[in-house]
């Protein structure tokens, strides 16, 4: 599966409560054998980037709320990290519910809900993920270009496209692919992932050094950094300690 270049949630969204008004999306997600432990929300609108932490409420389900006046790309990852656990689009007015079994994979996937290309998505990555795990790259490319070429004005094609197409090699084709999709279906969300995906700069990061994630020391955590988050930044990277004189000097920058 292609990896993407992560994006982290947008400033607005909120960690939601069983309950919640009718503005904005509402996520409600039921994933098995998490237990206790939190995922990571990371969100993008195709210009604005964040990530948060959300904890199970006390019947086990993760709720997310958040506006979102265009569709926005949310991908779900594990809080103690590993491999995404789900991905998916939403928009103001969308009611969501997504369930899934991590061990099982995309397979146990379920969407359902008001959003018709997000359940139509679920249903065939549910149904197709077992010949993607075990396909070679262009077979696999080929049953992703068969979604695209019945659901060309869906979003559901986009988010197929962005973050399932195995572009290394092949990037000619996988634009010609994203290019069958409506513009209106595509939007910057999948613009942003699918220019990661390939390599290459957007129109939104011109300019600019895309985000990226390192892992911090031996342990599991990781250090996300995004151009979006300040105007300027100062990246140091090195492979030994540094003197306390060293480090408050580059602090004071």
Not at 122 to 146: K, P, Y
């Amino acid at each position: 599966m292609t990896r993407r270049l992560l994006i982290f949630l947008l400033p607005m969204l909120l960690i939601a409560s069983a309950c919640g008004d009718k503005k904005g999306y509402r996520i409600e997600c039921q994933i098995e054998g998490l237990g206790d432990r939190g995922i990571e929300a990371f969100v993008t609108d195709g210009t604005t980037l964040g990530r948060t932490q959300i904890h199970p409420d006390k019947k086990g389900r993760l709720v997310i709320e958040g506006d979102a006046p265009r569709p926005v790309f949310i991908e779900l990852f594990p809080m103690d990290g590993g491999a995404p656990i789900a991905s998916l689009v939403a928009a103001d007015g969308d009611r969501i519910r997504l369930a899934i079994d991590p061990d099982a994979g995309a397979r146990s996937l379920r969407i359902s809900g008001n959003n018709q290309s997000m359940n139509e998505y679920g249903a065939w990555l549910a149904g197709t993920d077992s010949l993607l795990r075990i396909s070679d790259d262009d077979r696999a490319n080929r049953l992703i270009t068969d979604f695209v070429d019945t659901h060309r004005d869906s979003p559901a094609a986009a988010l197929a496209v962005a973050t399932l197409y195995r572009t290394r090699g092949r990037e000619l084709r996988a634009d010609s692919v994203f290019n069958l999709i409506a513009p209106a279906a595509r939007g910057p969300w999948a613009t942003a992932i699918f220019g990661s995906a390939l390599g290459r700069r957007t129109v939104d990061t011109d300019h600019s050094p895309r985000t990226f994630s390192l892992p911090v020391a031996v342990g599991t955590d990781r250090f996300f950094y995004s151009p979006y988050s300040q105007r300027y930044s100062l990246l140091i990277f090195n492979d030994a300690p540094k003197p306390p004189a060293i480090l408050d000097i580059i602090k004071a920058l």
